[in-house]
């Protein structure tokens, strides 16, 4: 599995390959706004991890390997994305999934795949939990944190 950083790289690699463009460092930098040397070294790593196969001058080439994984990551984006709003979460989205990204397993990933597929069928849960949060009941498991530690 690749790091958080360079799955980023191999979705914008991904994406560029799926609207048939060639994909170079520079073009991927540019589009990422990042340091064309951060990308090169970023683009070895994952031809010797195999996602992407690159050579020096040459278009960067997405192995199966790599495409399998970038659908992955795209759907896992969007997967949390649907979560997120079922939850009614509005604040620190980003980063908020960025941390679920990194620290749910795919077995708790398929749990909420399943979780927000069921929510999705039967709106009217959704509707019940709108209405549940608006009279914003006084029971709780979690306790409370001191503000300056949120």
Do not use: W
């Not at 908020?96 to 077995?107: A, F, I, N, P, T």
């Amino acid at each position: 599995m690749l790091s958080s950083s360079l799955e980023i790289y191999l979705m914008e690699i991904y994406k560029s390959v799926e609207n048939q463009e060639e994909v170079t460092c520079s073009d991927v930098a540019k589009k990422l706004n990042v340091p064309i040397k951060k990308v090169i070294q970023a683009v070895q790593r994952m031809h010797y991890q195999k996602y992407v196969q690159y050579t020096t001058y040459q278009p960067i080439k997405i192995t199966p390997r790599g495409e399998q994984l970038a659908r992955y990551l795209i759907s896992k984006d969007k997967l949390l994305d649907n979560f997120l709003d079922i939850l009614q979460i509005t604040q620190n989205i980003d980063s908020e999934k960025e941390s679920m990204q990194q620290y749910l397993s795919y077995d708790s990933l398929k749990q909420i795949e399943q979780f927000v597929l069921f929510v999705n069928k039967h709106p009217e849960i959704t509707n019940r939990y709108k209405l549940f949060l608006e009279k914003r009941q006084q029971n709780s498991i979690l306790e409370q944190i001191p503000p300056e530690d949120r």
